[in-house]
């Protein structure tokens, strides 16, 4: 298995609080993603990154934000949670090889009560 | 705009038969396809890829097939067994996935 973890792995937050979620990877890849998994939706990119400091926005980024300070760890922070943030969350690291297969974490299941 | 589609959101089948999961996409310049297949509470695991030089790849009970001029592409699983029944994404290589589609297979 590929090394990769995010925390937490559950959560529940009031609305209007921040909430950061982190990955973290030990296989070095240089991109790592952010999703979120919605019924109807499947997996939806929020954002990405291709290295540290360079991310850039995905389908759905409004109302989070990335930082990637280290190659290892990926944070995503809801700075203003809501509601419609509910949902689970994924990581996903990749070498962009060929093919550019992705491995993922297991997930961070989120609820905004 | 979603780039890659799933229109079937399940698929049922029996044990023993064939599973046929397909996907559409809109961009011509993709290099690669992917597909993953997902368990509850786990996260997603990749499955199998496709070049777009390429019209087949095969891998064991798992065929992918290309079809460029309609920009559809298809998941054979022959034959099917209950452990796969799961929901299946199909991507391509800028990381957007499919809504996604659950198979269920039928002991």
């Known amino acids: 298995d590929a090394g990769i973890t995010q925390s937490p792995r559950h959560k529940v937050t009031e609305t209007g609080t921040p909430v950061t979620l982190r990955c973290h990877q030990t296989?070095?890849?240089?991109?790592m993603y952010w999703y979120r998994q919605d019924p109807g939706h499947g997996l939806r990119l929020i954002h990405y990154?291709?290295?540290?400091?360079?991310?850039d926005k995905g389908e759905v980024s409004d109302g989070y934000s990335v930082s990637r300070s280290k190659t290892e760890d990926f944070l995503l922070t809801l700075e203003s949670a809501t509601s419609s943030q509910t949902s689970v969350y994924f990581c996903?690291?990749?070498?962009?090889?060929?093919?550019?297969?992705?491995?993922f974490g297991q997930g961070t299941r989120l609820t905004v009560v | 705009d979603q780039q890659v589609k799933q229109n079937s959101p399940s698929l049922s089948v029996q044990e023993g038969r064939i599973s046929i999961l397909n996907c559409d996409y809109t961009?011509?310049?993709?290099?690669?396809f992917l597909w993953y297949k997902k368990y509850p509470a786990e996260g997603p695991t990749f499955l199998i890829s496709i070049s777009s030089i390429k019209d087949k790849n095969e891998d064991g009970r798992f065929t992918v097939f290309l079809n460029k001029s309609a920009k559809h592409l298809s998941l054979h699983i022959v034959p099917s067994q209950p452990g796969d029944s799961a929901v299946y994404f199909c991507a391509a290589d800028d990381m957007r996935f499919g809504a996604g589609t659950r198979l269920t297979v039928k002991p």
């Open positions: 996903a690291i990749s070498r962009r090889g060929a093919p550019p297969e992705a491995f």
């Open positions: 961009n011509s310049m993709f290099d690669y």
């Open positions: 990154s291709y290295g540290v400091k360079d991310t």
């Open positions: 296989e070095n890849h240089r991109y």
